[in-house]
């Protein structure tokens, strides 16, 4: 038998990486050397593995350059509409890999690496994630540059450039701990500071109101100092802009005439306004009015602001004037993206600059404001949206009160004229909530202030219009739209299963890379044997490579024929981590009970992380990994059943579980979840979904057809009915004999033997005041459940089935939902002109 193949020589073989030509890896050699000598004269003469991450990252980083400088020449050329994506949130995980894939560069540096005697995989561990997000909207937001570069659309993310992203975690004792992530300690070499373009931004002081308007006075200043990452796209030579900016306290900060004297505390309380870009907040889907907070938010749109204003005017626009005076065809020059409501400031921000600065009256200023802008919302948790009090508004932000008023006032004259008389309307639609205290509803704000409102999956979108902002829908219908997130099928595909990839290229080619639509193609070959083989073959791969991960790292060992069941995502009641422990228990207790059956064994893996100061979610951990030490040591259950919890869950351990999955669990409650991006990941990938109909789930079943998903449990409208009549966990336990043997052994302690009362939050919660529902739907999850193992049995049946779900992925990619935002709220067409390459002279 031939001996396997080295990683590496399995990498060769994979064309989708790009052909390594024997100049570039000369080439690439000789720069490599270059920049590790470089680094080591200055300071070393040993070499570390870190050493050579770098020489590495900044000889890739040199092909960027020219293509970054030469697409930012090229819009300044042809001057075309600019798309500006707001987020306080880019969750961009690793950087070095998919740069080299977008610039067809892979397989010359694996070559390159490899001839050095180096590991390139082993030196792409080395690179932090760049966490600057929570989950799925901060991951979206990712994938949405990736796709606006690929499209050749002249595209700028902005947000913050956070000192801490999300905290590390730790499980200890099976509880999360939280450890700051550092993840700018060794340098960060795909960014460059432009002090350059450093803006001042005002916070506090009061509103004079002089014979010339208003004027915002006394205000304390704090400078936004942008860092930009290049942001290239497939292979087409466009390399776009992620401008995230950092605070930096003004020089003479806290040294006026008042201070006199306390000069190094002075100089020390420059830390409080450099705390703005300190630390990401954690909390995914759940708002917290703090201070801090909003001066973030702020922060990010008012240099964004100044930044965007700044471009209009100066660009070229086929005229010979120096710079734009006229604010006429902003709108036709500059689209703004917000992100959820975390940037909603962006609008009495661009009313109070056209306002106050450039002196125009209110009905152009609104109408351009509008024009310009579009939100997106990302949920309909009460508890997720976004209510500030009027008196924390008022004291950061005095001018932008005034004006949230005016528009209020304006907006609720309009109303009134629509319904005379209908007051409790007025009360609901209004921008401002009374109550103790006050508060401003940002929602409300982005609706009435944007020109588009889009949910991000179907049924999403018509719950936003039907409930949340059924006020606002019966106004102004056209205003509301949906479109359906998507995913890079680059990260999401030829990065981090390259081994799938390159079955579908060989059967396809490799257009699906950027039109995925062609993997409809796929379904010529559900019964092609070869395929089919081949498809389950790459699967098993993928499990060995993650079992021999989780191994090394975690010293767990688990049976690779196993189901891999897999539910990793942000830990919430919403998302129900809790239906799928019971689902674990009642499987134990069915081992145990009959210990000689035949039991189709499974590795059921959940991992997420909980927001700090969110209880249950760390309830929901705990609870997990005590049932991992019953079920995992019990001599009787064997291999049949192991739950590990994926510790630290992130955008680099996601490229490496997901392609391993064999289920995906996608069992939020119905109308809970606004679209998923998971669930998309692991459908690419080539595992099967067990799901509500709920987000995208919807849109997938009807893409694969529901009979090649695993679909259970309560639709919309029968958690709408349930909510009318009432919703009795109890009926629910005293019925289903599995269920309440499940419960009576966690209330008594059998998983918390030293401390029986562990868990009496989350029995309470379940048993009173569940808002999910989660027994409501335990029955049908079990019985769907059934319908896995059975279909498992058959392994052949199973991959064809993974088949049929991969070929009906195409309508996922992040491309087409981005070409939907282009020609339906930008009013922009995709591109696919090609900027020419750095070496090749421009006409």
């Known amino acids: 038998m031939s001996k396997p193949l080295t990683d590496h020589e399995k990498r060769k073989q994979i064309s989708v990486r790009g052909i390594a030509g024997l100049g570039d890896v000369v080439e690439i050699k000789k720069s490599f050397n270059r920049h590790l000598h470089f680094t080591l004269v200055k300071d070393r003469n040993v070499a570390t593995p870190r050493d050579y991450y770098f020489a590495l990252a900044h000889t890739v980083r040199d092909h960027l350059v020219g293509r970054w400088i030469r697409t930012q020449q090229y819009y300044y050329e042809k001057d075309p509409k600019r798309i500006h994506y707001l987020s306080l949130e880019f969750y961009m995980g690793r950087t070095l890999q998919n740069t080299m894939i977008n610039l067809g560069l892979q397989n010359a540096c694996d070559e390159a690496i490899y001839q050095l005697g180096l590991d390139l995989e082993e030196l792409e561990e080395i690179e932090e994630d760049a966490g600057l997000g929570n989950g799925g909207l ?200 917000l992100n959820d409501t975390h940037p909603a400031l962006a609008i009495p921000e661009l009313m109070r600059i056209l306002l106050d600065i450039e002196r125009l009256d209110w009905e152009k200023a609104w109408e351009i404001t509008t024009k310009t802008c579009a939100y997106t919302n990302h949920t309909v948790l009460p508890e997720a949206l976004e209510r500030w009090p009027v008196y924390m508004f008022e004291k950061l932000l005095p001018r932008h009160l005034q004006i949230v008023y005016e528009i209020n006032r304006r907006h609720l004259d309009r109303v009134a004229e629509l319904y005379p008389g209908d007051h409790d309307r007025l009360r609901r639609m209004s921008l401002v909530e009374e109550g103790d205290p006050k508060r401003i509803n940002m929602a409300h704000l982005c609706v009435v202030g944007s020109h588009a409102v889009n949910g991000v999956a179907r049924i999403h979108s018509d719950i936003v219009k039907t409930t949340v902002f059924k006020d606002f829908c019966d106004i102004e219908p056209e205003k509301f739209q949906n479109k359906t997130n998507g995913i890079t099928p680059r990260r999401w595909l030829l990065l981090c299963n390259p081994g799938l990839a390159d079955i579908i290229a060989e059967k396809i080619g490799e257009d699906f890379l950027t039109d995925l ?34 191994e090394s790292e975690y010293k767990v060992k688990i049976n690779p024929e196993s189901i891999f069941d897999i539910q990793v995502k942000r830990i919430h009641e919403y998302k129900r981590q809790l239906l799928n422990c019971l689902h674990v228990i009642t499987l134990y207790n069915r081992i145990k009970k009959e210990p000689n059956k035949k039991f189709v064994p499974r590795t059921v893996m959940i991992g997420g992380k909980a927001a700090p100061g969110y209880h249950m979610a760390k309830m929901i951990i705990k609870l997990i990994t005590s049932v991992g030490e019953v079920v995992n040591h019990d001599p009787v259950v064997g291999d049949r059943l192991k739950v590990i919890f994926l510790e630290n869950y992130r955008v680099s351990l996601a490229e490496k579980v997901i392609p391993a999955a064999d289920l995906s669990e996608q069992i939020s409650t119905a109308g809970t979840e606004a679209s998923g991006t998971g669930n998309m990941k692991f459908m690419l990938n080539g595992a099967l979904t067990i799901g509500t109909m709920d987000g995208a789930n919807v849109e997938m079943a009807e893409e694969a057809g529901e009979e090649n998903l695993f679909i259970f449990g309560m639709r919309v409208e029968d958690v709408e009915a349930m909510d009318k009549k009432g919703y009795n966990a109890k009926e629910y336990y005293e019925r289903l004999p599995e269920l309440k043997q499940v419960m009576d052994q966690i209330s008594t302690g059998f998983f918390s033997p030293k401390e029986p009362g562990l868990f009496k939050d989350v029995v309470n919660m379940l048993m009173n005041h569940d808002r999910f529902k989660v027994f409501a739907d335990y029955e049908a999850y079990m019985s769907c459940q059934d319908k896995v193992n059975e279909l498992y049995r058959n392994p052949k049946e199973w991959t064809k089935k993974v088949i049929r779900n991969i070929a009906a992925s195409g309508k996922f990619s992040s491309d087409r939902t981005i070409a939907e935002y282009a020609r339906e709220i930008w009013g922009v067409e995709p591109s696919d002109v090609k900027i020419p390459p750095p070496n090749e002279p421009r006409e």
């Open 138 to 337: 901060g991951r979206l937001a990712a994938c949405f540059l990736d796709s606006l570069a690929s499209l050749g659309l002249a595209a700028y993310g902005y947000g913050i450039r956070y000192e801490f992203g999300i905290f590390n975690q730790k499980i200890t004792n099976g509880w999360q701990i939280e450890e700051a992530d550092d993840w700018l300690r060794y340098g960060n070499p795909w960014e460059k500071a432009r002090p350059e373009y450093m803006l001042p931004v005002h916070f506090y002081g009061r509103v004079e109101h002089t014979h010339e308007g208003p004027k915002w006075v006394d205000t304390q200043v704090v400078l936004a100092m942008p860092y930009d990452t290049p942001v290239p796209g497939y292979k087409n030579n466009t390399v776009n802009t992620m401008r995230l900016w950092s605070a930096k306290a003004p020089n003479d900060f806290n040294l006026q005439e008042f201070n006199v004297g306390d000069y190094i505390q002075a100089v020390l309380d420059r830390n409080l306004a450099e705390n703005i870009s300190r630390v990401l907040y954690p909390n995914d889907n759940f708002f917290e009015g703090k201070e801090l907070r909003l001066k973030q938010e702020y922060f990010v749109v008012a240099a964004t602001l100044q930044d965007i204003i700044r471009r209009f005017k100066s660009s070229k626009f086929g005229c010979r004037d120096p710079v734009r005076t006229s604010f006429e065809a902003f709108p036709e020059k500059v689209a703004i993206q």
């Open 517 to 550: 639509f062609q993997l409809k193609k796929l379904l010529e070959f559900v019964d092609d044997e070869m395929f089919i083989r081949d498809v389950a073959k790459v699967k098993q791969e993928n499990k060995m490579k993650f079992a021999a991960y989780l």
